[in-house]
């Protein structure tokens, strides 16, 4: 019955991105390979999971986050997607970030092509140690991400940046501009925001941070927000996003001139946040 009602959901949630409901800002360029020497191996998706360390995840956030992922890597919805694919296969890179300066590749490329393979990078993935860091910087991230595919030995039909974090961006870069040099190389950029605090004063949460990530953050073909709010529910927001990833059932790009739309929500809000409880002092 599980199964059957995560199936539901994964099917909304798709007919929802066919139906354009994506929030996408911009569209990606025409399709285009990052590794093109002879001997990359040919996926159907590169996926880079880039996964907020900062301190306001507390550790409770980011064992979620870590099970989340190893659970939905080996899960039968995700498996059967892979097995869909035109070429069986996918390659994927997982690193943690947090301020500017702060990103560390927890695992390096690896293809998942199985179950064995998929088993092997969520061990790989969940025996990591765990870090903390100072800072939101989800344009450092996005920064960071991008050179990733240049040398990731896959030739992917897709490259997709897959960025969970529960906090806006307050350091380094402003983000809106790295997000649209990253769209503009044809990579899409898919969004998981954790919003499972309930903002209070004298913090950086927000309630609207999904509508942020939608406006803001994610980008291309078929981009999607998955936000959480649920402790419980965690997982299977992770799975329905991979899965959707994995599918790669893209609706027709929508190209919107991000200068002829006005974002819902301020896309430099959590550097006004910073500025506000800080009184401009920077601590990088």
Wanted: glycine content about 8%; aromatic content about 8%; charged content about 25%.
């Amino acid at each position: 019955m599980l199964r059957k009602l995560f199936a539901a959901a994964v099917v909304a949630s798709f007919a929802a991105v066919v139906a354009g409901d994506t929030g996408s800002s911009l569209a990606a360029g025409p399709l285009r390979y990052s590794d093109t020497k002879p001997g990359a191996v040919p996926v159907d998706v590169e996926l880079v999971l880039a996964v907020d360390v900062s301190y306001s995840m507390d550790p409770d956030e980011q064992a979620l986050q870590r099970e989340g992922y190893a659970i939905a890597l080996t899960s039968r919805e995700f498996l059967q997607a892979l097995r869909e694919g035109a070429n069986g296969k996918i390659a994927v890179t997982y690193f943690e970030w947090a301020g500017p300066s702060h990103q560390k590749i927890v695992m390096p490329w690896r293809l998942i092509d199985g179950p064995e393979a998929a088993d092997a990078v969520a061990a790989e993935i969940s025996r990591a140690p765990y870090r903390r860091a100072s800072r939101t910087s989800i344009s450092g991230a996005l920064q960071f991400a991008k050179p990733l595919f240049d040398n990731s030995g896959y030739r992917g039909l897709r490259r997709v940046i897959d960025v969970s974090g529960d906090g806006a961006n307050n350091a380094g870069k402003l983000v809106v501009p790295v997000r649209d040099e990253i769209l503009a190389s044809g990579i899409t950029i898919n969004g998981l925001p954790i919003m499972l605090k309930r903002p209070y004063p004298g913090t950086m949460d927000m309630t609207d941070l999904d509508i942020y990530y939608e406006d803001c953050v994610i980008g291309g073909p078929g981009s999607f927000v998955v936000p959480i709010r649920d402790r419980a529910k965690f997982i299977e927001a992770t799975r329905t996003k991979l899965v959707l990833e994995v599918a790669g059932r893209t609706p027709e790009p929508r190209v919107i001139p991000a200068s002829s739309q006005a974002p819902r929500i301020s896309c430099t809000i959590g550097e006004q946040m910073w500025q506000k409880r800080w009184g401009g002092y920077d601590f990088q």
